[in-house]
């Protein structure tokens, strides 16, 4: 999805010369790593595989309709597990917060 020229402006508005140092890139860099993605799955449907970013990246969400269960995929060493599973749900006519 291309970014529209508003969004570009507000985030030069919101970025400090510091915050650009502390993720060691460029205003226009950061800008052309900013991306979404949309993501849709029938009901009960899982992903094939966890989202992932490159390293200080984020993946933000949004639930629209129904529910998920989210958790963080921890590994140490050869060994994975789940932490912080719940489950989201959204109720009909009442907006979301989005979540991370």
């Not at 390293?55 to 629209?64: D, E, H, N, R, Y």
């Not at 590994?75 to 989005?98: C, D, F, H, L, M």
Request: aromatic letters at 6%.
């Amino acid at each position: 999805v291309d970014l529209s020229q508003g969004l570009r402006t507000e985030v030069n508005k919101t970025l400090g010369a510091t915050d650009l140092q502390y993720i060691d890139s460029s205003c226009d860099d950061l800008l052309d790593r900013i991306g979404c993605h949309l993501v849709f799955l029938p009901s009960g449907a899982k992903l094939q595989a966890p989202l992932q970013t490159a390293p200080g990246g984020l993946v933000f969400g949004m639930l629209v309709y129904g529910g998920v269960g989210r958790y963080k995929l921890l590994k140490s060493g050869k060994t994975k597990r789940k932490a912080g599973e719940r489950v989201e749900r959204q109720i009909p006519n009442v907006r979301n917060n989005a979540w991370l």
